[in-house]
């Protein structure tokens, strides 16, 4: 997932509601209400009130769970999901039916009005990719209406994690007889139609949107919010006084030079999230094809002086990769121990850093990635006797190096869950082969257990054996070299508001959220 963009400045209005209404500080203007248009957490907030995919997340969990599809069955093989339709409406009132949900899929790989995540669909759904590129025909996709209320989708591999993965807003569904009637003009307030539990009500750029309860939704009587108003104010300080004074329910996100201040309030709220930093490792090229040096390097690393003396904000050191999604329970991966850091080094080849390779960490300009990144180099030399420098390039030129050419040696690298499974993280960057492993790492017997995992239903046995994954890949290859999760953080009072919980992925169903 790329990193959120961040929009203009806004200034907001004082809004005045009682009872169930919401106010929210959603951080800047939305560029669109499209779901193809998403780019971040600003669109994202809204399109969870406005639409409702075949599932949606569990308020609690985040994990997937019925949403416009009532229920579904498996095949034996794990690839085939046949989905059994809610009798439901769109909030103008015409129906939603299979052949809905096959239209919005085909607009979302129709390569005109594509998103930039439509990989995660392509990728996933048999035959889309080859339809995708232009070279396969719309017959040969794995998405059919078997009849009004059916809906039978057909996947690359099996997957259990199909009803998470779904919960991304790739697989949204969108009223194309809206779309076909007003074009791009389809979002606009008086022509927008959804099937969420909300329905837009009012947008005025810079100021407020608002969005009020659906009568027609399936589930109507059990959404108690009667209005959720979004304010586009990007100043977190700005919006933590507006919180104290109560023109604002929610504040998401805390301006960091105030996190003393705000720690102490008991309607703070703070949990470990979805994205994880780190640094990749070329397994290919020397030094670090051997896996002594690159424990070596992990090693010698204090990710908790690194979050509380350098970075100081939002996050929390970690020597694992995947995040404790449910049971899962995070690798420990190899922490900060100087001592075998050094045996471990001396053990390859350089003892006290001698003979070793000058070779730089590159990274893409950003502030927190330079201090990250000369911090590292300092701990290295400090307590490995290695040179290590420290390069900026720009973003397109760093995805570059180590997407495409992998020229590189140790590369900066971040990552935000699409969707609440450890297999995201462990399958879409580990597994031999797959285009985001870009430190070209693999290993038989960890692809060997990700795809036993992806023959077992979701559960407590299957997070052992994908927990076994990643011990292999972290703590005894150390494929890559983690630093730290960043947290969710929210300001919420839920002595008056019920229904909102803390989930890795930050996500809070508004149709659970009420006013006590």
């Not at 939305?30 to 971040?40: A, H, K």
């Not at 069955?73 to 039916?97: E, M």
């Not at 995540?117 to 590129?133: N, P």
Request: aromatic share 10%.
């Amino acid at each position: 997932m790329r990193p959120f963009r961040a929009v203009l400045p806004a200034l907001v209005a004082a809004v005045v509601l009682s009872g169930q209404d919401l106010r929210y500080n959603n951080g800047a203007e939305p560029e669109s209400l499209d779901p193809l248009r998403i780019t971040g957490i600003v669109e994202l907030d809204v399109h969870h009130a406005l639409f409702e995919g075949l599932t949606v997340n569990d308020p609690r969990t985040a994990k997937g769970v019925p949403g416009l599809a009532q229920g579904w069955h498996v095949s034996p093989d794990g690839r085939t999901f046949t989905f059994r339709l809610r009798k439901a409406v769109w909030s103008d009132g015409t129906p939603i039916t299979a052949q809905t949900v096959v239209d919005s899929w085909f607009r979302t790989l129709d390569p005109q009005v594509s998103s930039e995540c439509t990989w995660l669909m392509y990728d996933s759904l048999v035959g889309a990719k080859a339809y995708h590129a232009g070279r396969g025909r719309k017959e040969d996709v794995g998405i059919k209406a078997i009849d009004a209320q059916t809906v039978r989708a057909t996947f690359v591999a099996p997957m259990p994690y199909v009803p998470d993965l779904l919960t991304h807003w790739i697989w949204a569904v969108v009223p194309v007889h809206a779309i076909l009637k007003h074009g791009d003009a389809w979002t606009k307030p008086g022509n927008f139609v959804g099937n969420g539990p909300f329905v837009l009500q009012e947008w005025k750029p810079q100021e407020r949107l608002v969005v009020v309860k659906n009568e027609k939704y399936w589930d109507a009587a059990h959404v108690r919010l009667r209005s959720i108003t979004f304010l586009p104010l990007e100043d977190m300080g700005a919006g933590f006084e507006k919180f104290k004074a109560g023109e604002i329910d929610w504040q998401p996100g805390v301006d960091a030079t105030r996190l003393d201040e705000v720690r102490a309030r008991k309607d703070y709220h703070c949990c470990p999230a979805k994205n994880i930093q780190y640094y990749i490792f070329n397994v290919t090229r020397k030094p670090f094809d051997d896996v002594r040096v690159r424990k070596a390097l992990s090693m010698a690393l204090d990710r908790g002086m690194l979050v509380a003396q350098v970075l100081k904000g939002d996050q929390v050191p970690t020597a694992g990769f995947v995040p404790g999604f449910g049971a899962y329970r995070t690798a420990k991966g190899n922490g900060f121990d100087p001592v075998q850091a050094r045996k471990l080094l001396a053990e390859g080849g350089y003892p006290g850093g001698k003979a070793f390779p000058r070779c730089q960490v590159i990274y893409n300009t950003n502030p927190n990635h330079r201090r990250v990144a000369e911090w590292a180099k300092q701990q290295w030399k400090a307590i490995l006797g290695i040179d290590v420098d420290a390069v900026s390039l720009d973003w397109e030129a760093l995805c570059t190096v180590r997407q495409k050419t992998h020229d590189f040696l140790i590369a900066r690298a971040g990552w935000a869950a699409d969707f609440p499974d450890p297999v995201n993280y462990l399958g879409e960057l580990l597994r031999t082969g797959s285009p985001n492993n870009d430190g070209l790492y693999s290993n038989p017997r960890a692809d060997a257990l990700l795809d036993k995992a992806n023959r077992m239903p979701l559960g407590p046995a299957r997070d052992q054996v994908l927990m076994q994954a990643e011990d292999i890949v972290i703590t005894q290859d150390q494929a890559l070299l983690p630093l730290y999760f960043y947290e969710n953080r929210d300001l919420i009072d839920l002595g008056k508001w019920g229904g909102w919980h803390e989930n890795i992925m930050g996500f809070h169903p508004w149709k659970a959220i009420y006013r006590r």
